[in-house]
């Protein structure tokens, strides 16, 4: 008995560690060309309506991909074979982006690394949540955001170097080796989860009425707006046009708004471990809320300490935990919301309407602001965004077991 605990510890751990460098892999391909955009700019000749279209042509692709691929892989229950093909896909659109010569072929390559990563995510959390142990389940879902935030702290500063000693395409050329070499290790070592099995095959198939159960859940719908303003205001805005901010308004040094990014991470990577585990501590309802809050703050402090280098590192190292709230409104709150065998389709959708809605309008509006009014009107577009998704928040009904104040099946059925 000891060593079949002992077995199973094993490999939760072990494929926590493997998932969570997926993880980090996905967002580090999506998010790291925003430090090289400066460069970027000046290449392909593109402005900051342009910029943002490039990322905003991710998110569109992502949020559609994230639905279709993640509802295929509820119905056949092949998400290993889904999750590898996906990773080899991400790393090689990386690699393509790196070639474009062009507006039209860099954004043909951004919009095939969201269809390849749209599905990932929703994948490797889903797994997660599967293979986690009940009272680690909210801890080890913030540890792959956490890598995440791990390997894009350490991204800026070494890519920008490599930009400016060998250029920005081979940048982004070294950074789709790690993504061949996940593949290659998940081919190897995944299994098919808990959720997938022989002995759950029957039970994991859906029904109309369990695509109707996901549909009229409150928390999915309130996730679903929730996740359209973060990623409008928090990735879309935020993300995307901080390390330009920091360069054109803030009158940084490239390296130094790489330094601020780096933070940001480090930041960031300890917020996705903190509040997650609070929120199995204190609810998840709580958690999201305190976290929402601090995120809000963000882009105004960028606005109020962008010329004072000391100021803008302490304001960022005492906000940004709260961009942790994106894996409590995507895939813990909505997860725990319906039952295990529809995981992943719950969480799906919040991916879907974010990314298709928010992260598409948002990376346009946020350029188009930019470039008619400065990018600090962008930074205030992330700012209001934000306060909304903390205000939706308040509606949540609290999803975790051990604090729901009612049981949230009556809620799905009613």
Known sequence: MSNQKQSFWRYENGILILLSLTYGLIFLDRFSITNLFPQIAGDLHLNNTQLGLTMSVVAFAWGVSSFVFSYISDILGKKKLMLVVVVFAFSLSTFFSGLAATFIGFLLARALLGIAEGPAVPLVQSTVMAESTESRKGLNTGIPIATSALLSAAAPLLLVWIAQVYGWRISLYAITIPGIIIGFLLMKFMRESKVTNVSDQKKSKMSFADIKMVLRTRNVWISMLVATLNVAGGIATLMTFA???????????????????????????????????????????????????????????????????????????????????????????????????????????????????????????????????????????????????????????ESHAKFAKENLMEDRAS
Not at 275 to 281: A, F, M, N, Q, T
Not at 317 to 323: E, N, R, W
Not at 341 to 368: D, H, K, Q, W
């Open 243 to 397: 390390p330009l901010f920091l360069v054109n308004v803030g009158h940084l040094k490239q390296t130094q708004a790489a330094g601020i990014m780096t933070v940001y991470g480090l930041v960031s990577l300890i917020g996705n471990l903190y509040i997650p585990w609070l929120s199995d501590k204190i609810g998840r309802k709580k958690a999201f809320l305190l976290g929402s809050f601090m995120q809000f703050l963000i882009p105004m402090s960028l606005i109020a300490f962008h010329s004072n280098y000391t100021m803008l590192i302490v304001s960022i190292m005492v906000l940004c935990g709260g961009q942790a709230t994106m894996g409590l409104c995507m895939f813990i709150i909505p997860g725990e919301s319906v039952p295990k065998r529809l995981m992943t389709t719950a969480s799906s959708l919040p991916n879907f309407v974010g990314e298709v809605i928010g992260g598409s309008i948002g990376g346009i509006v946020a350029g188009y602001l930019g470039d008619k009014f400065g990018l600090t009107a962008a930074m205030i577009f992330a700012s209001v965004v934000l306060l909304g998704s903390f205000i939706l928040g308040l509606a949540y009904k």
